[in-house]
């Protein structure tokens, strides 16, 4: 198997190489084998020639240590960067400016760039993986304009705007994901996308002096407060709040740029579907960003139009039918493999199943109730109503983003090849551990089950959207992982 760093260090090294020739690398440290050999000494400018040569060299560090790259990101482009971004976007510019952060954002950034490894990362996302790159910008403002209505010391409030920045560099580690539109990653791939809370907080233990809580919200900011997230499944009460913050507004920026933005809606429109969030209760991150996001400006129009009401409803209610009958079929699963709960990727999907029931619920419109008041509003053409019929079709969107991740991990436990079993150490016997599936029998009786109700799901895809819509923003689904 392959060194964790020594892989990262490929992956890396494949960015480099896709630079223009005219970008210059430098050798900031000595490249050293894991033979403590010199392959490279500080100092050495390294063309594509010598880039190449690095290919397949084990490495005693990740190579971005020791590099340096001489149009990369300092202090003043990196704000410049961070000020563009939010110029462009008059519905993000208006929040900022009512959050005081700017001098902060300011510090974030030369305090960011007094790590050369990270200054370079930051300008390699930008061009390799741009959003991503808006994505660290959006959660690093936010996170810190939240942290400054919480009340919290400028330290923590720049710490906070460090992690969010830095929280996706790890992209760059991992192989490349598919980019293509509206297919969702395959089990391997989302494998590979699990890599990256850990390889960053890997990358970040190589910094001298960086706060420990901007490395652990790192490594956490993909777990979520049901045990169902990753890399750890840790519950709600083992993780720390920047973290848990990081987590929400990935999903928020996301939400907001495919669904919200291309169609003039703004951030407070999104309060609804912050609002399913299972951490939209009091004291939670998504209570705090509900109230700030109403800050900002609302609208009321209906981005469908109004000759396409018939059929847009249509598609509402058969997207209910699909979440409905995906629930109950889930539900049955979990219960026939009641037993097979102990091993933790298949708890976790239990948790998610709860996270997409508790989601729904928190809605108020995707019930039985809410699909026969839609009848009237077709018939009777209540105008009035296209708003929140097009609110619940966006929620409905969330909950199958959800659901899109519940097959993705049932696709990842029947690839496995030999399913783990949780073991449990007897208080009575401290040396002796008792499966919680008994016998292997049981283990690959829940794998079959597994495979078969996997089948199950797949015979049933999401209904497709006819033409008359096919050129609408309603066709997208957010994509798992990016």
């Not at 199958?400 to 016997?429: C, D, K």
């Not at 797949?458 to 959207?465: D, N, T, W």
Request: one cysteine or more; aromatic letters at 8%.
């Amino acid at each position: 198997m392959q060194d964790p760093i020594n892989s990262a260090n490929e992956n890396y090294l494949q960015h480099l190489i896709s630079l223009p020739s005219a970008c210059s690398i430098r050798v900031e440290k000595d490249i050293l084998l894991a033979s403590r050999e010199c392959l490279f000494a500080a100092g050495k400018e390294l063309d594509l020639q010598a880039l190449y040569r690095l290919r397949g060299k084990t490495l005693i560090q990740p190579l971005s240590l020791n590099l340096s790259i001489a149009e990369a990101f300092d202090a003043a482009s990196l704000t410049a960067s961070v000020e563009s971004y939010l110029q462009a976007d008059p519905v993000l510019l208006e929040l900022f400016e009512q959050s005081d952060i700017k001098p902060l954002v300011r510090q974030g950034c030369g305090m960011v760039c007094d790590y050369s490894s990270l200054r370079q990362c930051l300008w390699l996302m930008q061009k390799c993986y741009p959003n991503e790159f808006e994505r660290g910008l959006f959660c690093a403002v936010f996170t810190a304009a939240l942290y400054r209505r919480k009340g919290y010391e400028d330290k923590n409030i720049i710490n906070a705007f460090f992690a969010a920045l830095v929280h996706d560099i790890a992209y760059l580690f991992i192989k490349p994901l598919s980019q293509r539109s509206n297919e969702e990653l395959k089990p391997q791939e989302w494998q590979q996308l699990c890599l990256h809370p850990e390889l960053a907080y890997e990358l970040l233990s190589f910094l001298p002096l960086l706060p420990s809580t901007i490395s652990r919200a790192v490594l956490e900011h993909h777990e979520e407060v049901d045990g169902s997230g990753y890399p750890s499944g840790k519950l709600a009460k083992q993780l720390a709040p920047l973290g848990r913050m990081i987590h929400l507004l990935d999903s928020v920026h996301a939400i907001y740029t495919t669904h919200f933005r291309p169609r003039a809606r703004t951030l407070h429109d999104l309060v609804p579907i912050v609002q399913m969030n299972q951490m939209s209760r009091p004291g939670m991150p998504a209570a705090d960003l509900i109230s700030f996001l109403r800050l900002g400006s609302v609208t009321s129009s209906c981005s469908v139009p109004e000759e396409l009401m018939p059929l847009f409803i249509t598609q509402v209610k058969e997207r209910h039918s699909y979440i409905r009958d995906f629930v109950q079929q889930a539900e049955t699963f979990i219960e026939q493999n009641q037993m097979s709960i102990a091993n933790a990727k298949l708890f976790a999907l239990s948790r998610m199943l709860d996270h997409i029931c508790v989601s729904m619920n928190q809605s108020g419109l995707i019930n039985d109730a809410y699909m026969r008041w839609l009848d009237q509003v077709m018939v009777h053409k209540l105008d009035h109503a296209y708003r929140e019929v097009e609110d619940a079709f966006l929620m409905m969107q969330e909950v199958l983003y959800h659901i899109q991740g519940f097959i993705l991990r049932m696709q990842s436990i029947v690839e496995e090849q030999n399913p783990p079993v949780t073991n449990l150490t007897p208080i009575w016997a401290p040396d002796r551990s008792l499966s919680l599936i008994e016998g292997s029998a049981s283990v690959v009786g829940a794998h079959e089950s597994t495979k078969k109700a996997l089948e199950n799901f797949e015979r049933k895809s999401v209904p497709p959207l006819p033409g008359e819509l096919k050129n609408l923003w309603v066709s997208k689904v957010r994509k798992i992982g990016p």
